[in-house]
């Protein structure tokens, strides 16, 4: 995020911070941070790291082709370059340096800080928080899913100093990756959506993801507040977590009369949601412009936390009326088929048995018109481990109790819930998506309410633009 006010960082910030010398240019003035060429803009600094794929180094040349003032690079690829490589601030390791530089930002920075993790939801969360918060003042938030090891520390290095809210997702596949990332961002609020079976294939059982979860009170500010799920059955062990960790300040939320911030009515729509709640001892009546009950019941808790973050409630529940849709979790496109249209819900991104649920529920609340008919396209549920299967299968009862008229399924892992479906539902499967295109596409029909999920790795995005670009909405 660039901010309009002052630069992010000088040369001299960035060098006291991560330490390194500058070649090619005596001073720098710096107005955002890149670690990949393709989205870097002029005036950025860029940073060369080394990735699962590519390392970064190979990049610089592009770099300063496409704008950057400094390429943050490590001292032993200083005579490994290639090309014109513009500025360099030279450093031992480039990924140490960015942390570095993203604890100097959490150092200078007067924001109230909020942190969000848990097993489904944290993005969608995230973003209703920034939309919430941004009534209130200038936000700054991770960018998609930057909720990683070099993601944390390079949304907390983007931080403009004027920030006076910060937003940060953080994510984990394995246990001890969050408390290192919450150690950087020292949040006031840290929240934690829900606790489901996911990355099972690294844990026992859902009690060793709770304790995973849980690490996220390890970098809480010392005056900071928990902010929990109430409905969720493993509130007394989280509950329990962060008292051990000395966490006095607990609050909760959820649609139990018991939490902090309660649900009292809620009605769902096909394209929004309304509910009223009570928050901290105040009634709310709160438009969602995001569709689903797993939204409305996340959005209990960005109310708490915009509230214990001293923002304006009232001006925060009037911005959730705009929130829309994360891209692959739940965006909405209107495409043509035959004579009319059809409703693509575009939930691509990633899935568990939790998420799916509820991308189920999700569908079954969007009517499709005249003819039309509930279809679910759905793709294996990833790193479930032993519990693959009986998870896999267990959908049947959802898709059947959601009225869902029609499934394709793609993947090996799949097979358990094609062969659950046997005399329940129409299903179709395959061994990948991409034999499904064709078979999907030929029997869409106008009215139709199609819904796409699947584990990130399935490549379920290649369904959605093939459906974009075969059936554009209308003008395009």
Not at 97 to 109: D, H, I, P, Q
Not at 300 to 311: H, N, Q, R, S, Y
Not at 372 to 383: K, P, S
Not at 388 to 402: Q, R
Request: one cysteine or more; a negative charge; glycine letters at 10%.
């Amino acid at each position: 995020m660039k901010s309009d006010v002052s630069p992010l960082w000088t040369g001299a910030e960035m060098i006291e911070a991560m330490g390194g010398r500058l070649i090619g240019v005596d001073s720098v003035v710096v107005e955002g941070l890149s670690i990949d060429t393709r989205s870097l803009q002029a005036g950025d600094a860029y940073f060369a790291i080394k990735g699962d794929v590519h390392d970064g180094h190979k990049f610089v040349a592009a770099a300063h082709g496409a704008g950057a003032v400094v390429s943050v690079v490590a001292e032993d690829w200083l005579d490994r370059l290639e090309g014109e490589t513009g500025p360099l601030l030279v450093v031992d390791e480039v990924l140490p340096a960015l942390e570095k530089l993203g604890l100097a930002s959490r150092a200078r920075s007067k924001a109230k800080i909020v942190a969000v993790t848990g097993s489904v939801g944290k993005t969608t969360t995230k973003e209703a928080l920034r939309t919430a918060l941004a009534a209130s003042g200038l936000v700054h938030a991770s960018v998609a899913s930057f909720n990683n090891h070099w993601g944390v520390p390079l949304t907390l290095a983007r931080m403009p100093r004027e920030t006076e809210f910060g937003v940060f997702e953080i994510g984990m596949n394995h246990p001890n990756e969050i408390s290192p990332l919450v150690a950087m961002v020292r949040p006031h609020v840290a929240m934690i959506t829900n606790v489901a079976a996911v990355h099972l294939g690294a844990f026992a059982n859902v009690d060793e993801i709770a304790h995973a979860k849980a690490e996220i009170f390890d970098g809480l500010d010392e005056n900071g507040t928990a902010v929990l799920n109430g409905d969720d059955a493993r509130l007394p062990l989280l509950r329990e977590l962060a008292q051990a960790k000395g966490v006095s300040k607990i609050e909760t939320f959820g649609e139990s009369a018991q939490c902090d911030v309660h649900l009292d009515k809620l009605i769902l729509h096909g394209t929004c949601s309304c509910m009223t709640a009570s928050v901290r001892g105040k009634d709310m009546v709160v438009k969602v412009g995001t569709p689903g009950r797993h939204i409305a019941q996340n959005i209990l808790g960005v109310l708490a936390v915009v509230d214990l973050l001293g923002a304006d409630l009232a001006q925060a529940g009037l911005a959730l009326a705009h929130l829309t849709a994360v891209k692959g979790r739940g965006e909405r496109h209107l495409l043509r088929v035959d004579d009319g249209e059809f409703v693509l819900i575009d939930e691509s991104y990633n899935a568990n048995p939790t998420s799916v649920r509820a991308a189920l529920a999700l569908l079954a609340a969007t009517k499709p018109r005249g003819r039309g008919r509930h279809i679910a396209v759905l793709g294996d549920m990833l790193e479930l481990g032993e519990t693959s299967a009986d998870l896999h299968g267990g959908l049947a009862a959802d898709i059947v109790e959601n009225g869902i008229d029609r499934v394709f399924l793609a993947g090996p892992e799949m097979e358990t819930l094609r062969d659950a479906l046997v005399g329940k539902v129409e299903t179709t499967h395959a061994a990948s998506i991409s034999e499904l295109l064709g078979p999907i596409e030929s029997e869409l029909r106008a009215g139709d309410v199609l819904m796409a999920k699947a584990s990130l790795g399935m490549g379920f995005a290649r369904l959605i633009d093939h459906l974009k670009s075969e059936c554009p909405a209308q003008g395009q």
